[in-house]
């Protein structure tokens, strides 16, 4: 603003704004955040794992689903449901990471996320894949933004989640999707068969010699690791994806299998997984996301002792800290990495803390 021709007091009273909301631990040091708000990123990356959490406790029988608090959690996400499915309506389907600035792009990633989250609460909600697949699909795999260079693991996996749930509840005769051509910009149309093979074939031969991914969104492999091997794995519900994939029987299992080792052979002695932080050699998000990886593979491993001592470490690491990364308003700004990425290096303690109850839950 000291440069500009001309003073805007409108810009002045924002960066006002951005410092008064600095939180009380970084008080004195006029810091801001990078971006100002990621409301929608936020509220759908929570959402999205405490579906998990909500699913698991509407399915466990010992559970009074009539208790107060169980009631409440249920009436606060239906509060969520029923605001995303709204905005994405008047956005025509697509989000993106803020819903205030028309000017910020639409991306697959919050659309794909924010859709899946939806059709998870209410199997009778409509998803228009054509849009997403006009927009972000160009034949071999998914673009976050618009006009994107390269590729993002975790966004894919989002994209095939949603796209394979889709593949349950629409009748064969309704499983043709309208994709864009790079080249000329017209409009073709292919099963939806044929994108999720052909989506999870990209994702297979992106995976690391020693059996992980890496994203572009986020440091730590564990978090792209994760999300495609518990996919990978889910797609053994559906037989004739398998067998198109050469995925048949054993195979899927067997190749998810090295990166359930990857995992196994990357925990820390405390029962950690990750970067260094201030609780020991590990942290506490990419432990919450190995733990979720775990879970997975308990259930596809049941007898494996392996996975089952290691589950049992990692989710005594986590419970050792909960309290503390649950109520210390400032832990994961000074007490953990940051692992995602933007312009620099940032963390989502929301979205972190989410993870970490959801990978708590005891079935």
Same mark, same amino acid.
């Given at each position: 603003l000291l440069h500009a021709q001309k003073w805007d007091?409108?810009?002045?009273?924002?960066l006002e704004k951005m410092i008064?909301? /600095? $939180?009380?631990?970084?008080?004195?040091?006029?810091?801001?955040?990078t971006v /100002?708000?990621?409301?929608?990123?936020?509220? +759908?990356?929570?959402? %999205?794992?405490?579906?998990e959490l909500c699913l698991n406790i509407r399915g466990d029988k010992k559970i009074n689903l009539k208790h107060i608090s169980i009631k409440k959690l249920f009436s606060k996400n239906l509060v969520f449901i029923k605001y995303l499915t709204a905005l994405s309506k008047e956005h025509g389907g697509t989000i993106g990471w803020t819903s205030w600035d028309n000017k910020i792009p639409k991306d697959a990633d919050d659309s794909t996320v924010c859709n899946w989250v939806i059709k998870k609460f209410n199997s009778n909600s409509t998803v228009d894949l054509n849009i997403i697949a006009k927009n972000f699909y160009n034949g071999k795999y998914f673009i976050t933004f618009p006009n994107?260079?390269?590729?993002?693991?975790? /966004?894919n996996v989002h994209a095939l989640n949603l796209f394979v749930l889709e593949y349950q509840s629409l009748q064969p005769n309704n499983q043709m999707i309208e994709i864009s051509t790079s080249n000329t910009g017209s409009i073709r149309k292919v099963k939806?068969?044929?994108?999720?093979?052909?989506?999870?074939?990209?994702? +297979?031969?992106?995976?690391?010699?020693d059996g992980a991914w890496f994203d572009k969104w986020h440091k730590s492999p564990a978090y792209p690791t994760f999300k495609a091997i518990e996919l990978l794995l889910s797609l053994q519900e559906h037989p004739n994806l398998c067998a198109k994939l050469g995925l048949i029987n054993e195979l899927c299992r067997n190749y998810c299998r090295k990166s359930i080792d990857w995992a196994l052979s990357t925990q820390h002695?405390?029962?950690?997984?990750?970067? $260094?932080?201030?609780?020991?050699?590990?942290?506490?998000?990419?432990?919450?996301?190995?733990?979720?990886?775990?879970?997975?593979?308990?259930?596809n491993w049941s007898d494996d002792k392996v996975i089952q001592s290691a589950l049992y470490n990692g989710r005594k690491y986590l419970i050792k800290h909960l309290d503390e990364s649950i109520m210390d %308003?400032?832990?994961?700004n000074t007490k953990q990495p940051f692992l995602w990425i933007g312009k620099?290096?940032?963390?989502?303690?929301?979205?972190?803390?989410?993870?970490?109850?959801a990978c708590l839950w005891e079935d």
């Open positions: 007091d409108k810009a002045f009273k924002f008064s909301k /600095c $939180p009380s631990y970084a008080k004195g040091h006029g810091l801001v955040p /100002c708000d990621v409301g929608l990123f936020e509220t +759908i990356w929570m959402m %999205q794992s405490i579906v994107e260079r390269n590729f993002s693991i975790s /966004c939806l068969e044929e994108i999720i093979v052909t989506e999870t074939n990209f994702l +297979i031969s992106q995976r690391q010699e002695n405390d029962g950690s997984w990750g970067e $260094p932080s201030i609780t020991g050699p590990g942290n506490l998000e990419e432990t919450s996301y190995i733990v979720r990886l775990l879970k997975t593979a308990s259930n %308003q400032g832990y994961f620099q290096y940032y963390t989502v303690s929301r979205v972190i803390k989410s993870s970490i109850l």
